[in-house]
């Protein structure tokens, strides 16, 4: 083997960019014990496993971390010479088993992480116990997929690798009868993998999404704008045109639409496309229909929504909300006040329940409303801003700055304006992540909380946020499942969500329970009443019930005790 053809310089500049971790040899010697160790590993898959050569070639050059990793485990001599290191190797290869997997899935384009995590999958270490996988990335490495391509249909259908062989190729083939050049096609299917795991029925979902790439493509000669043997731009651009389904359009629908706007495809990106459909559908558009809309309304893709400033309650005034309307949701929705970027205009027409009363007022000839020009016509809040702007400074004296603004992005991103009421919940809010703060967010719109009503919640009670997913979501559960309350309860008590579930809920209403079953307690008490009261006050109302209540408490139930299962009966 060479050590100059051009995939061994692209798997050593790949190696220059990673942290190498061999230890176990002299910075004189290791990229020579790489690129021999590449040359054995690679002739071990082909003459020992039976490995096709080109694709051990491609295993093992496109693998580094791997490689590396490997190495790494080889009991070198610490003064071995130069010309000792193939022998070692050698007889490494030939005494242990190479997880053939892990290097396989990393030379597909999977990160070495979920390399190890696919690989975990098979019981065998050699690739060559599984003939479906092998002829599988042989029919497709035969069509023209690029191999380091692969991953990406691995990740999204990895049936696609279990799937006999024939029909793959059949499945291709038909494909190819399309109409469509190859590397159109392959671009197709690596944006839509399930293209080649999917019943493909008559008039059924895939014959519906090449009704419409046809029309896009052909018809259209969006292909005629794209070099013909370049799949990356290909990709990017079956990308593009995936946003539409995956954001709820209707396929069989959009062909034409697309046809007619094809720049659209070739001149924005992904993101772009996404949030401007977004947009509208946050807004309360259905998402079926905000596709069509927009590609009706193509100049909607030249406003911008990032940068111009929107500031409430001055906007509600220019789209012609009443004197009276805007007073009331100034006193319910203070926290919504102030200024926000564009982007956040569902959020906030969301947080005041005015979402489809915007999106109405919009879609019936006020487009205008989304412009710059408009936007930035509503003046300043004086008082808003000048408050907000002394609070924030209050809290960058004992708070860092970075974090600050990832915390007032999220606020703003849920529909929170610059005010005082939003530094304040700011201040509260331990989790500087905005990730991390959106997945409790979703979490809890998942289970079934209105937006609106979640606002409000957060604005009440901030430190809900403080909270991982997993625990909100068991707390929801046990006020609903076990204790019976609608998720509305949350509205009038958001501190529910705060208070500790195994210390201090879970042992006050397992009393609680105790009490009803001897009949004790005629009526329940609410949830504010059991956990917003400290313990002498809880037991002051156990005590009401019966006197030696208190003393059962604290003997059997309270979260002082481990003594959960011994639970005395101390009166009659």
């Known amino acids: 083997m060479r050590f100059g053809s051009p995939s061994r310089r692209l798997f050593f500049r790949r190696l220059c960019t990673l942290p190498q971790k061999l230890k176990n040899v002299s910075y004189l010697h290791r990229e020579r014990v790489l690129k021999e160790a590449q040359c054995l590993l690679t002739d071990y898959l082909h003459s020992a496993r039976a490995i096709p050569f080109s694709h051990a070639d491609s295993i093992v050059s496109h693998a580094p971390f791997s490689l590396s990793a490997l190495v790494s485990k080889i009991p070198f001599p610490q003064n071995a010479a130069a010309d000792d290191f193939k022998r070692f190797l050698r007889r490494f290869f030939s005494y242990r088993p190479v997880n053939e997997y892990e290097f396989f899935f990393e030379s597909i384009g999977l990160s070495p992480s979920s390399s190890s995590l696919a690989a975990s999958a098979y019981r065998s270490y050699f690739l060559s116990d599984d003939a479906s996988l092998l002829s599988a990335v042989s029919a497709l490495v035969g069509f023209g997929f690029p ?107 959009m062909g034409e639409l697309m046809g007619r706007n094809r720049k659209i495809f070739l001149e924005l990106d992904e993101a772009l496309i996404a949030q401007k459909l977004n947009f509208f559908i946050n807004l309360g558009m259905e998402a079926a229909e905000a596709g069509h809309f927009i590609l009706k309304h193509a100049d909607l893709f030249n406003l911008d929504f990032d940068n111009p400033t929107i500031v409430m309650p001055e906007y509600l005034k220019r789209i012609g909300l009443d004197e009276d309307e805007i007073e009331s949701l100034c006193r319910k929705y203070p926290y919504v006040m102030g200024k926000n970027k564009l982007r956040n205009l569902p959020a906030m027409m969301k947080a005041m329940n005015l979402h489809k009363q915007v999106l109405g007022k919009i879609l019936n000839g006020n487009l205008h409303y989304l412009s710059s020009e408009f936007v930035l016509a509503a003046s300043h809040h004086a008082a808003l801003e ?53 997945e409790r967010i979703d979490c809890l719109l998942q289970l079934g909380i209105e937006y609106s009503m979640l606002c409000r919640m957060v604005n009440a009670k901030p430190i809900i946020l403080n909270q991982c997913k997993e625990m909100l979501h068991e707390k929801v559960n046990f006020l609903c499942n076990d204790l019976g309350f609608s998720l509305e309860y949350l509205d009038i008590f958001p501190a529910f969500l705060c208070f500790d579930l195994e210390n201090r809920t879970k042992p006050r209403y397992k009393m609680l329970k105790w009490l009803k079953e001897l009949g004790l307690l005629k009526k329940p008490f609410a949830p504010g009443t059991v956990l917003a009261n400290s313990e002498r006050r809880f037991m002051v109302n156990l005590y009401s019930i019966h006197p030696a209540a208190p003393k059962q408490w604290l003997e059997c139930f309270s979260s002082r005790s481990d003594n959960y299962g011994n639970q005395r009966i101390l009166f009659n």
């Open 147 to 253: 191999w380091r391509k692969l991953g990406i249909l691995y990740s999204e259908e990895p049936r696609i690798f279990s799937a006999d062989a024939n029909s793959l190729v059949a499945r291709l083939r038909a494909l190819d009868a399309r109409g469509f050049h190859r590397v159109c096609i392959i671009s197709i299917c690596l944006a839509f993998p399930s293209v080649l795991s999917a019943e493909a029925e008559p008039g059924g979902e895939i014959d519906l999404l090449f009704q419409d790439l046809r029309k896009v493509f052909i018809d259209f000669d969006l292909a005629g704008l794209v070099p013909e043997d370049d799949v990356d731009v290909f990709l990017h651009t079956c990308r593009k045109i995936r946003v539409f389904y995956d954001l709820g359009a209707t396929k069989g629908t």
């Open 386 to 438: 000048s408050g907000f702007l002394q609070g924030l400074e209050r809290l960058k004296r004992t708070r860092k700055e970075q974090y600050l603004d990832s915390k007032l992005e999220f606020m703003q991103s849920i529909g929170f304006g610059e005010n005082t009421l939003t530094v304040k919940s700011m201040s509260l809010i331990n989790i500087s992540g905005k990730d991390q703060l959106q």
